[in-house]
């Protein structure tokens, strides 16, 4: 089973960017999708960005236009910029995978990783 490590988070100034890296032990090309999350506390995960093995990708609508989600199978890692950052982004960032599109959209997985915490400060 292919261990996923979220990295590249930290403490940014509203209007600041990041870049956020998934790294995958093992090959990813075989997940056809892969997708960002994010969990605020006292808040549910909810889907930031998806895409698929043919580049179609999935935004929420609070991120369109600022964030970018990208997968490099070369490097096994999938990748979330983030621009334009808001203190609303400030939450743990995760990421999944799965060979069903709709179940990486609904967030349906069993387990997670550690995420990486983002926090935008005002």
């Known amino acids: 089973q292919v261990q996923l490590v979220e990295s590249g988070g930290g403490l940014v100034q509203a209007g600041g960017s990041l870049r956020l890296s998934c790294a995958a032990s093992?090959?990813?090309?075989?997940?056809?999708?892969m997708g960002w999350y994010r969990q605020a506390p006292g808040n549910q995960r909810e889907l930031v960005a998806a895409?698929?093995?043919?580049?179609?990708?999935n935004y929420a609508g609070s991120v369109e236009g600022r964030f970018t989600i990208s997968r490099d199978n070369a490097k096994n890692t999938v990748y979330l910029q983030m621009n334009s950052l808001k203190p609303e982004d400030t939450a743990v960032y995760y990421c999944?995978?799965?060979?069903?599109?709709?179940?990486?959209?609904?967030?349906?997985?069993?387990?997670w990783g550690q995420g990486t915490q983002v926090t935008v400060s005002s």
């Open positions: 999944n995978g799965d060979m069903t599109w709709n179940r990486v959209l609904r967030a349906d997985f069993r387990s």
């Open positions: 895409i698929d093995s043919n580049g179609r990708t």
């Open positions: 093992g090959s990813i090309r075989g997940i056809y999708a």
